[in-house]
Structure formats: structure tokens, C-alpha cells
């Protein structure tokens, strides 16, 4: 009796895999960027592409209070000028993750910037659009800053439905 044929590979197969990359202002993030275009992403032409969503997580805009508790007034002026920079800051950073992605032209770049808690926008954004992978960077906390601070790798690799992996940058070598 003749066994069934295998299976076609899915890159071949299907469009190529939704891989989400988190990106911060951190160096981090860069690093972990740079390694899954060189080692996770296919660089095969005959493959279906892959594509590289640079996924931004911009902390929502503070609520102040009209007036502040040393008695100054905050306009909207003000407020304009938080926002203004707050957009700054994330172009920059959407912009400099682009110019990572652009020395392999055979990976497909998509780009979202959602406003939120980090760990909830990427959760959140990696299921809605139904990512294959997830790929983010760690700061490399200790156990006591990560209970104070929190860890939004850990809680992404806790409560996203896609796979996730944690790229570690490379400790400094000292000389």
C-alpha cells in the first residue's frame, strides 16, 4: 500500500509567515530585529516572502489635572507639545527599525503603532492579526527590578496565542 504524499512545506504553499517584531526606542529591540531578519526570516527567493510587522507600542498620553499640585497651569498648548513629541519619538523609532529591514529587499515591512500598555497592545495586535511569531527584545532585567517594573517580554510570552521568542542581546565583552 502506498503511503500518502507528504505535505508541501507551508512557506511554499501559503504566502509566507506574519512575523511580529515589538520595537522600541530601545537597543534592544534593534538587536532583536537585526537577528530574526538574518536568522528567523527567509531569504529564499523560490520561498513565499515573509512579512516583518514592526509592531510600536506607544504609552498612552498622561492625564493631568488643569493644574498641577505646585500650582501651574498646564494649556493645551502644552499638551499639543507632549503630543507633538510623543509622535516624534515613535516615527523615529518606527523609522529607524525601516532602515534596519531595508537591506533585505526580500521581506515584505508592514508597520502599526498602537497607543497602550505595551504587554496589551502587543498581545492584543499579534492576535488580531494572527502572527505566526512574535519576536521581541529583553532588557535584561534582574528578578527584583522585574517585580517592580514588570516584564513585558514575560508577560507576552505568558498570555500571547502565537509563539514568542525573547532575543537576548550578546553581553559586552570586557578587554
Not at 512579512?51 to 489635572?65: E, K, M, N, Q, S
Not at 508597520?111 to 504587554?119: A, F, I, K, Q
Amino acid at each position: 500500500m502506498a503511503s500518502p504524499p507528504a505535505p508541501a512545506a507551508s512557506s511554499a504553499a501559503g504566502p509566507g509567515r506574519r512575523i511580529v517584531v515589538a520595537v522600541d526606542e530601545g537597543e534592544e529591540s534593534m538587536h532583536a530585529l537585526s537577528w530574526c531578519l538574518a536568522n528567523v526570516v527567509s531569504s529564499n527567493a523560490g520561498d513565499a516572502a515573509d512579512t516583518v510587522v514592526l509592531l510600536h507600542a506607544r504609552r498612552p498620553r498622561p492625564v493631568y489635572a488643569a493644574m498641577d499640585s505646585a500650582g501651574y497651569m498646564l494649556t493645551s498648548d502644552v499638551m499639543a507639545s507632549v503630543e507633538r513629541h510623543a509622535n516624534a519619538v515613535s516615527a523615529a523609532c518606527v523609522d529607524k527599525a525601516k532602515r534596519i529591514c531595508a537591506d533585505h529587499p526580500h521581506v515584505k515591512v508592514e508597520t502599526l503603532v498602537e497607543s497602550g500598555d505595551p504587554r496589551d497592545v502587543i498581545c492584543e495586535a499579534t492576535d488580531k492579526m494572527s502572527a505566526d511569531l512574535l519576536v521581541m527584545g529583553s532588557h535584561g532585567y534582574g528578578f527584583i527590578q522585574r517585580a517592580f517594573l514588570g516584564s513585558v517580554s514575560n508577560h507576552c510570552a505568558q498570555n500571547c496565542k502565537c509563539p514568542v521568542l525573547i532575543v537576548k542581546r550578546p553581553k559586552e565583552q570586557s578587554q
